[in-house]
Protein backbone atom coordinates (compact mmCIF):
# COMPACT_ATOMS: atom_id res chain seq x y z
CA UNK A 1 0.00 0.00 0.00
CA UNK A 2 0.94 3.29 -0.97
CA UNK A 3 1.13 5.96 2.30
CA UNK A 4 0.24 9.63 1.51
CA UNK A 5 0.61 11.87 4.90
CA UNK A 6 -1.75 14.54 5.55
CA UNK A 7 0.69 17.01 6.21
CA UNK A 8 -1.07 19.66 7.78
CA UNK A 9 -1.25 17.15 11.18
CA UNK A 10 2.28 17.69 11.61
CA UNK A 11 3.71 19.43 14.72
CA UNK A 12 3.94 22.94 13.72
CA UNK A 13 6.96 23.22 15.97
CA UNK A 14 8.73 20.05 14.68
CA UNK A 15 7.53 20.73 10.80
CA UNK A 16 10.56 19.91 8.77
CA UNK A 17 11.98 17.36 11.23
CA UNK A 18 8.47 15.22 10.74
CA UNK A 19 8.50 16.09 6.46
CA UNK A 20 12.44 14.35 6.30
CA UNK A 21 11.22 11.33 8.82
CA UNK A 22 7.99 10.60 6.48
CA UNK A 23 10.31 11.03 3.54
CA UNK A 24 12.77 8.80 5.45
CA UNK A 25 9.88 6.26 5.97
CA UNK A 26 8.82 5.85 2.63
CA UNK A 27 5.69 8.26 1.72
CA UNK A 28 4.59 7.99 -1.42
CA UNK A 29 3.50 11.19 -1.73
CA UNK A 30 2.22 14.07 0.99
CA UNK A 31 -1.66 14.90 1.17
CA UNK A 32 -1.97 19.07 1.89
CA UNK A 33 -5.68 19.43 2.83
CA UNK A 34 -6.61 23.46 1.87
CA UNK A 35 -9.96 24.43 3.25
CA UNK A 36 -11.49 27.84 2.64
CA UNK A 37 -14.45 27.75 5.10
CA UNK A 38 -17.14 27.43 2.51
CA UNK A 39 -16.68 24.29 0.94
CA UNK A 40 -16.24 22.43 4.37
CA UNK A 41 -16.69 24.02 7.77
CA UNK A 42 -12.85 24.27 8.73
CA UNK A 43 -10.06 26.65 7.39
CA UNK A 44 -6.47 25.21 6.89
CA UNK A 45 -3.60 26.52 4.53
CA UNK A 46 -2.53 28.48 1.70
CA UNK A 47 -0.10 28.74 -0.89
CA UNK A 48 2.41 29.87 1.11
CA UNK A 49 2.19 26.92 3.16
CA UNK A 50 2.66 24.86 -0.35
CA UNK A 51 5.85 26.71 -1.22
CA UNK A 52 7.36 26.48 2.23
CA UNK A 53 6.50 22.73 1.92
CA UNK A 54 7.80 22.34 -1.71
CA UNK A 55 10.83 24.02 -0.80
CA UNK A 56 11.99 21.28 1.97
CA UNK A 57 10.39 18.31 0.41
CA UNK A 58 11.50 15.58 -1.86
CA UNK A 59 8.16 14.02 -2.79
CA UNK A 60 5.40 14.65 -4.69
CA UNK A 61 2.62 17.08 -2.96
CA UNK A 62 -0.90 16.24 -4.01
CA UNK A 63 -3.00 19.47 -2.94
CA UNK A 64 -6.69 18.02 -2.07
CA UNK A 65 -8.32 21.52 -2.64
CA UNK A 66 -11.55 21.56 -0.54
CA UNK A 67 -12.82 25.20 -1.48
CA UNK A 68 -15.51 26.63 -3.31
CA UNK A 69 -13.26 28.10 -6.63
CA UNK A 70 -10.68 25.50 -7.72
CA UNK A 71 -10.42 26.97 -10.57
CA UNK A 72 -9.50 30.15 -9.08
CA UNK A 73 -6.74 28.37 -6.85
CA UNK A 74 -5.35 25.38 -8.63
CA UNK A 75 -2.85 26.68 -10.32
CA UNK A 76 -1.00 27.93 -7.06
CA UNK A 77 -0.33 24.53 -5.76
CA UNK A 78 1.51 23.28 -9.03
CA UNK A 79 4.94 22.46 -9.43
CA UNK A 80 8.20 20.41 -10.41
CA UNK A 81 5.80 16.57 -10.67
CA UNK A 82 2.58 18.12 -7.96
CA UNK A 83 -1.07 17.28 -8.67
CA UNK A 84 -4.10 18.90 -7.56
CA UNK A 85 -7.17 16.43 -6.48
CA UNK A 86 -10.24 18.66 -7.09
CA UNK A 87 -13.65 17.60 -5.99
CA UNK A 88 -16.10 16.60 -8.76
CA UNK A 89 -18.86 18.13 -5.86
CA UNK A 90 -17.15 21.61 -6.05
CA UNK A 91 -19.91 24.01 -7.40
CA UNK A 92 -18.34 25.25 -10.98
CA UNK A 93 -18.14 24.02 -14.21
CA UNK A 94 -16.08 20.49 -13.37
CA UNK A 95 -16.17 19.45 -16.92
CA UNK A 96 -14.68 22.69 -18.01
CA UNK A 97 -12.44 23.04 -15.48
CA UNK A 98 -10.80 18.98 -16.24
CA UNK A 99 -10.61 20.46 -19.92
CA UNK A 100 -8.56 23.31 -19.42
CA UNK A 101 -5.97 21.28 -17.03
CA UNK A 102 -5.54 18.72 -19.28
CA UNK A 103 -4.97 21.65 -21.91
CA UNK A 104 -2.26 22.73 -19.43
CA UNK A 105 -1.27 19.18 -19.20
CA UNK A 106 -1.77 19.89 -15.53
CA UNK A 107 -1.55 16.49 -13.44
CA UNK A 108 -4.87 16.41 -11.57
CA UNK A 109 -7.14 13.60 -9.80
CA UNK A 110 -10.76 13.45 -9.15
CA UNK A 111 -11.75 13.17 -5.72
CA UNK A 112 -15.66 12.13 -4.35
CA UNK A 113 -17.76 12.40 -1.43
CA UNK A 114 -19.36 9.55 0.56
CA UNK A 115 -22.19 10.23 -0.84
CA UNK A 116 -21.58 10.69 -4.50
CA UNK A 117 -22.05 6.98 -6.47
CA UNK A 118 -18.98 6.05 -8.74
CA UNK A 119 -21.07 6.48 -11.62
CA UNK A 120 -20.61 10.52 -12.00
CA UNK A 121 -17.42 10.46 -12.33
CA UNK A 122 -16.41 7.30 -14.56
CA UNK A 123 -16.57 9.10 -17.42
CA UNK A 124 -14.23 11.81 -16.43
CA UNK A 125 -11.64 9.46 -15.53
CA UNK A 126 -9.52 8.65 -18.49
CA UNK A 127 -6.64 11.28 -17.88
CA UNK A 128 -7.16 11.52 -14.21
CA UNK A 129 -3.97 10.30 -12.32
CA UNK A 130 -5.94 9.15 -9.18
CA UNK A 131 -9.24 9.14 -7.67
CA UNK A 132 -10.04 10.18 -4.35
CA UNK A 133 -12.73 7.89 -2.40
CA UNK A 134 -13.66 9.79 0.73
CA UNK A 135 -14.11 7.60 3.52
CA UNK A 136 -14.93 10.58 5.71
CA UNK A 137 -17.14 13.95 4.93
CA UNK A 138 -14.64 16.13 4.48
CA UNK A 139 -13.57 19.35 6.87
CA UNK A 140 -11.81 17.52 10.20
CA UNK A 141 -9.21 14.96 10.77
CA UNK A 142 -10.38 12.35 13.15
CA UNK A 143 -13.33 11.26 12.12
CA UNK A 144 -14.94 7.66 11.89
CA UNK A 145 -14.25 5.51 8.83
CA UNK A 146 -17.23 5.26 6.81
CA UNK A 147 -16.93 1.84 4.82
CA UNK A 148 -16.67 2.66 0.97
CA UNK A 149 -15.57 -1.08 0.23
CA UNK A 150 -18.41 -1.44 -2.41
CA UNK A 151 -17.23 1.72 -4.05
CA UNK A 152 -14.32 1.18 -4.40
CA UNK A 153 -14.59 -2.45 -6.21
CA UNK A 154 -17.43 -0.81 -8.57
CA UNK A 155 -14.01 1.84 -9.50
CA UNK A 156 -11.36 -0.74 -9.40
CA UNK A 157 -13.29 -2.87 -11.71
CA UNK A 158 -14.20 -0.38 -14.30
CA UNK A 159 -10.59 1.34 -14.58
CA UNK A 160 -9.71 -2.78 -15.19
CA UNK A 161 -12.29 -2.95 -17.90
CA UNK A 162 -11.65 0.46 -19.53
CA UNK A 163 -7.65 -0.06 -19.40
CA UNK A 164 -7.64 3.01 -17.78
CA UNK A 165 -4.17 3.97 -15.30
CA UNK A 166 -6.41 5.89 -12.60
CA UNK A 167 -4.79 5.15 -9.28
CA UNK A 168 -7.04 4.73 -6.38
CA UNK A 169 -6.84 6.45 -2.90
CA UNK A 170 -8.87 6.70 0.08
CA UNK A 171 -9.41 9.70 2.64
CA UNK A 172 -10.78 9.88 5.92
CA UNK A 173 -10.66 7.37 9.17
CA UNK A 174 -7.36 5.25 8.21
CA UNK A 175 -5.42 3.08 10.42
CA UNK A 176 -4.34 -0.34 10.09
CA UNK A 177 -7.33 -1.94 10.63
CA UNK A 178 -9.61 0.42 8.12
CA UNK A 179 -6.13 0.16 5.70
CA UNK A 180 -6.76 -3.53 4.87
CA UNK A 181 -10.76 -3.17 4.68
CA UNK A 182 -9.70 -0.88 1.49
CA UNK A 183 -6.92 -3.00 0.89
CA UNK A 184 -8.96 -5.75 -0.34
CA UNK A 185 -11.35 -3.47 -1.71
CA UNK A 186 -8.69 -3.02 -4.42
CA UNK A 187 -7.36 0.96 -3.29
CA UNK A 188 -3.63 1.68 -4.07
CA UNK A 189 -3.16 4.48 -1.50
CA UNK A 190 -4.00 5.64 1.60
CA UNK A 191 -4.09 9.43 3.06
CA UNK A 192 -3.52 9.62 7.10
CA UNK A 193 -3.59 12.19 9.17
CA UNK A 194 -4.62 11.69 12.78
CA UNK A 195 -3.27 7.80 12.84
CA UNK A 196 0.56 9.05 11.73
CA UNK A 197 0.38 11.77 13.59
CA UNK A 198 -0.44 10.87 16.92
CA UNK A 199 1.87 7.71 17.15
CA UNK A 200 5.60 6.94 16.21
CA UNK A 201 5.29 8.24 12.27
CA UNK A 202 8.23 5.55 11.36
CA UNK A 203 6.46 2.82 12.64
CA UNK A 204 2.84 3.75 11.00
CA UNK A 205 4.16 4.45 8.05
CA UNK A 206 5.82 1.05 7.57
CA UNK A 207 2.81 -0.68 9.36
CA UNK A 208 0.30 0.70 6.41
CA UNK A 209 3.32 0.55 3.94
CA UNK A 210 3.34 -3.11 4.26
CA UNK A 211 -0.76 -3.59 4.16
C1 LIG B 1 -10.61 15.43 5.78
C2 LIG B 1 -9.28 15.51 5.07
C3 LIG B 1 -8.43 14.33 5.35
C4 LIG B 1 -8.05 14.24 6.81
C5 LIG B 1 -7.76 12.82 7.18
O1 LIG B 1 -11.30 16.59 5.55
O2 LIG B 1 -9.47 15.58 3.67
O3 LIG B 1 -7.29 14.29 4.51
O4 LIG B 1 -6.95 15.06 7.14
O5 LIG B 1 -7.67 12.74 8.56
P1 LIG B 1 -7.71 11.34 9.32
O6 LIG B 1 -6.67 10.46 8.72
O7 LIG B 1 -7.46 11.73 10.75
O8 LIG B 1 -9.12 10.83 9.11
ZN1 LIG C 1 -7.72 15.16 2.41
Known amino acids: ML ?4 IVAASLTKFQAQVKECED ?3 YSFHLDVMDGNFVPNITVGPDFYFALRSISKIP ?3 HLMVDRPDYYYEKFLSQNDRVLIHYESPINIKGLIKKMENEGVKYGLVINPNTPFSKVSDLLERAEILLIMSVYPGFSGQKFIDVSEKIKEARNYIKEMGLRTMIEVD ?3 NENTAKIVKNAGADIVVSASYLFSGDITDRIKTLSSI
Open 172 to 174: GGI
Open 25 to 27: AGA
Open 3 to 6: VSPS
Open 61 to 63: IDT
